[in-house]
């Protein structure tokens, strides 16, 4: 039987009782797409929230280890709902180790604060390892990791997987991807409840302020008329940004512009080989905060994420550029495609594994942009509209309603 996620918005009527459920949620540090869906969380009447985070990257100027540059997001990560930070003693602290998040004041915090359920965000750090072995309180799993492009999983990796998803009462899955991965490590349909992956909608609106600072952008860049391409994030390998610019300049389209927006190890590499055509319209821009994050999307006519790592679990910046109408060109090992990109109505799908398909489908692109932008910018529009923070909510009180009698909601 084909899978077909259920409408979150259909599945989770709003909540109210005498006792509203106290919600702990476990998470390594403040981003850009949970703060405003833990303040959404914080307004749910059924909630009495609170925010356990485990490190302070995000809000306090930390070096990003792929951006190659100190980070500090401008826009407010944590007004509007009840937090803490719990001291981290890692001696390296950060998400890029099993041990880079040691928190061992979290499990007294967590019994002084009673809550009935926990929101555990991941399992791979030293911290998530401890709730796992003895959870304060039922545990509600959230994750995004998905199997594509990858071979089928060792035995030891089934059974550690299988042992950590069982600790949990439930979990919420984000999309299609995620929710065959959750399947292949035994959990069962039962405690599988569809929370999507979400971003702040209200943030990317098209509004004549974002239009204008977007055209002002393009005559700056002196790119006044062209078709963009845009490539957003860390410019690594895996994401394959010079792939892409390989790809741009093999098709060589004469009304057509490239533009990249963004650090990492690839920036050198890509400015020199650009600069050997100085013919082609191809443009690089610095790392980009949040708050300019729309405007760069609103130049765009074309976002393009060709990443073949297995890491891109999903792929947020689509979601990003989907709300403020921009089609996606995607490859298929990114996480989101089979729920967001359907080839040629919302955008475009290639295939990382063959050689040549990348330029094929962005000439294909190009082709019908030129043809048809309207309607696929109108179905952009109209199918991101379901992936939302209420559609989250949704999915996370099913999961804690879930878990009644031990969680009143």
Not at 3 to 10: E, K, L, R, S
Not at 99 to 126: K, Q
Not at 212 to 226: E, H, N, P, Q, S
Request: aromatic letters at 10%.
């Amino acid at each position: 039987m084909a899978f077909a996620p259920p409408d979150p918005m259909n599945e989770a009527p709003a909540l109210r009782d005498d006792k509203r459920t106290r919600l702990a949620v476990v998470v390594s540090h403040p981003t850009q797409y949970y703060g405003p869906w833990f303040r959404r969380l914080a307004a749910e009447p059924s909630l009495e929230l609170r925010v356990f985070y485990l490190w302070d990257f995000g809000v306090a100027g930390r070096h990003d280890r792929q951006f190659g540059r100190t980070v500090k997001w401008d826009v407010d990560l944590l007004s509007g709902y009840a937090h803490e930070f719990v001291p981290n003693e890692a001696r390296d602290p950060g998400t890029h180790r099993f041990g880079g998040l040691h928190n061992p004041s979290l499990r007294g915090r967590l019994r002084a604060w009673s809550p009935d359920a926990v929101l555990l965000f991941g399992y791979a750090y030293r911290t998530h390892l401890g709730l796992l072995l003895n959870p304060p309180a039922p545990l509600v799993f959230r994750g995004d990791s998905h199997l594509i492009g990858q071979p089928r999983p060792s035995l030891v990796k089934r059974l550690a997987l299988r042992w950590v998803y069982s600790r949990c009462a439930a979990v919420t899955y984000v999309g299609r991807a995620n929710h065959h991965y959750f399947r292949t490590f035994g959990v069962p349909e039962a405690k599988l409840h569809f929370a999507p992956h979400a971003v702040d909608a209200t943030r990317f609106a098209r509004d004549a302020t974002v239009t204008t600072a977007a055209g002002k952008l393009l005559a700056d860049l002196g790119l006044t008329g062209k078709t963009i391409i845009l490539f957003a994030g860390k410019l690594l390998p895996a994401k394959q940004p010079l792939e892409l610019l390989e790809a741009f300049q093999k098709i060589a389209p004469a009304d057509a512009a490239l533009v990249f927006v963004g650090e990492g190890s690839e920036r050198e590499r890509l400015e020199t080989l650009a600069a050997r055509r100085p013919d082609q319209s191809v443009r690089f821009l610095p790392f980009a905060n949040q708050s300019e994050m729309p405007v760069r999307y609103a130049m765009a006519d074309l976002f393009v994420l060709p990443s073949r790592g297995l890491y891109e679990t999903w792929g947020l910046a689509v979601n990003e550029a989907m709300h403020l109408g921009v089609p996606c060109l995607v490859s298929d090992r990114v996480g989101c495609q089979l729920d967001l990109v359907t080839n040629r109505e919302t955008g475009w799908v290639f295939d990382a594994s063959v050689a040549g398909a990348l330029p094929d489908a962005l000439q294909g692109a190009l082709a019908d942009i030129a043809s048809r932008a309207d309607a696929i910018r109108g179905n952009v529009s109209q199918h991101i509209a379901r992936y939302t923070y209420e559609a989250a909510t949704a999915g996370l009180l099913s999961a804690l309603r879930a878990l009644k009698p031990r969680v009143s909601v």
